[in-house]
């Protein structure tokens, strides 16, 4: 049994980062497993070479600058679509109905509706009932729903949650933007939970920083606004964003593993966000730790947001790469700007 982290809500100057670091740490009393998971990755490949074709780009640019190779982008298939076909690859494997569960967390930066919400969309077209609700803390989505998650159960309120993570990219960025529409990709992953042990330790935080990446919303046709913003596509500042990622994936990985008393060596594989391979390397170099306890995906999907995450653990488990109490460390980072990072000792 590792030590868990204790009841602790605190605020954390940092220089690095200029705004309040609100962290959030759980010890639970009941907490989660995963017990199935699914994918829905869109049918057209685009490879760098595609891009290429009406881009001032080229694949050795992209793959040197970040690992990515192909992406997977909607031509025909909604958003609802692909969630819709995780969520029933991931109540297969579960055993599970759909009427067996009792929560829907969908995470995601917007599905096919501004509203209603994408997981009540995808609770229409598999006919439940039960409550269903959009979270969107961007890229680090799927550890914000596991806390959610574990959360829910841990008060009883709930029995076997659905959680899904699902992008559109393809729709919300400028694809005459070479910075921007080249690490993208769309997809959807799935998976459920239930009372379990293997969630033991989450740290969550929010840094209030709207400048370096954002996607604003349009003011419609308002005929009081006397300047109108017409649609707007996805905006970063690329190196800032790096530095803020390798910095807090950084921290939180010391914090956890000070926090549980766990070593590097006693992590079997540290899962992070998939939204450059240079970050992840670097994570990796400053652990001093094996190439393959670090799985990408990164190369085959780009950065698919929230989704990144639990897409590469759905295929890390259909690999067979996944057993039982070995110890997994996630993070994630994104938009916000948010991070969030758990320990899993799979059961
Ligand atoms: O999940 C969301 C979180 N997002 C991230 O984590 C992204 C983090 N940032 C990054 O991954 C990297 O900053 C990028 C991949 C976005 C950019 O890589 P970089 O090494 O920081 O490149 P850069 O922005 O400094 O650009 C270097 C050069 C520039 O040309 P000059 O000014 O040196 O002449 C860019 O104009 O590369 C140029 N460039 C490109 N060239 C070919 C930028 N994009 C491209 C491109 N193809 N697609």
Redesign the pocket.
């Known amino acids: 049994m590792l030590p868990t982290a204790g009841n602790e809500l605190s605020s954390v100057n940092s220089k690095e980062c200029k705004e309040n670091i609100i962290k959030f740490e759980m010890e639970y009393n009941v907490s989660l497993k995963i017990i199935g998971m699914g994918k829905g990755i869109p049918e057209r490949c685009v490879t760098n070479d595609d891009l290429a074709g009406f881009?001032?780009?080229?694949d050795e640019?992209?793959v040197t600058?970040?690992g990515i190779k192909t992406r997977y982008v909607c031509t025909y298939e909604t958003l609802t679509d692909l969630s819709v076909t995780a969520a029933k690859q991931a109540l297969d494997k579960a055993n599970l109905a759909a009427s067996d569960i009792s929560l829907i967390i969908c995470a995601t930066l917007g599905g096919d509706y501004r509203t209603p919400s994408h997981a009540c969309t995808v609770a229409e077209q598999l006919g439940t009932t039960c409550p269903a609700f959009d979270i969107n803390a961007?890229?680090t989505g799927f550890v914000y729903a596991l806390d959610i998650a574990s959360a829910y159960l841990e008060a009883g309120k709930a029995k076997n949650i659905l959680i899904i993570c699902a992008e559109m990219m393809s729709s919300q960025m400028d694809w005459n933007d070479?910075?921007?529409c080249?690490?993208f990709g769309d997809g959807a992953a799935a998976c459920v939970v239930t009372a379990g042990n293997a969630l033991k330790y989450t740290s969550l935080s929010a840094i209030a920083d709207t400048t370096i990446?954002n996607l604003p919303v349009d003011t419609g046709n308002n005929p009081f606004i006397a300047e109108k913003r017409g649609k707007a596509y996805l905006q970063?500042q690329?190196?800032e964003?790096?530095k803020f990622?390798v910095g807090i994936v950084g921290k939180d990985v010391k914090h956890a593993l000070e926090t549980t008393g766990l070593s590097p060596e006693q992590i079997d594989y540290f899962i992070l966000?998939q939204?450059?391979k240079?970050?992840i390397d670097s994570i990796r170099v400053k652990l001093k730790q094996p190439e393959e306890k670090f799985p990408v995906n990164i190369d085959k999907y780009g950065?698919i947001?929230s989704v990144s995450v639990p897409l590469l653990l759905s295929e890390m488990l259909d690999e067979g790469k996944i057993n039982p109490s070995d110890t997994l460390f996630i993070s994630a980072?994104?938009?916000g700007l948010t991070a969030g990072s758990c320990i899993l000792v799979w059961e």
């Open positions: 881009l001032d780009t080229d640019w992209i600058r970040t961007a890229c070479r910075n921007t080249i690490l990446l970063m690329g190196q964003v790096f990622a966000h939204a450059n240079r970050i950065n947001s980072f994104g938009a």
